[in-house]
């Protein structure tokens, strides 16, 4: 079966850091590039990072970058997002996403809090 789950999330205040990770099983992971998709409650998707199989080509939406940095180990099958100087507006259900066989592949998201 092929799974995406995300981990790390929680509360932590402005300014402060967490890392996320996202566990792959069931497909060949480093074949694969790897986004990370945030949903802020109210509000649509935004794909806020991307990253190729490879670990050669990264992007960065404006509003993270500069304090986000993704990062994948293929050998681990895990993707990272490591955020730095979090604020509030960063609150949201964050997703590890895939696109497999043509569809976008999205698992359970972990959920961050900015708030102090």
């Known amino acids: 079966e092929v799974q995406l789950q995300a981990s790390g999330g929680g509360l932590v205040q402005p300014g402060g850091s967490l890392r996320l990770s996202c566990a792959a099983s069931?497909?060949?992971?480093?074949?694969?590039?790897m986004s990370w998709v945030r949903q802020a409650p109210g509000k649509g998707s935004e794909l806020i990072s991307a990253i190729n199989s490879g670990g050669s080509s990264i992007y960065y939406a404006a509003s993270v970058k500069g304090r986000f940095t993704i990062s994948r180990d293929n050998a681990k099958k895990t993707a990272y997002l490591q955020m730095n100087s979090l604020k509030p507006e960063d609150t949201a259900v964050y997703y590890c996403?895939?696109?497999?066989?043509?569809?976008?592949?999205r698992g359970q998201g972990t959920l961050v809090t900015v708030s102090s």
């Open positions: 069931g497909f060949t992971f480093g074949s694969y590039d």
């Open positions: 996403s895939t696109e497999y066989n043509g569809e976008s592949l």
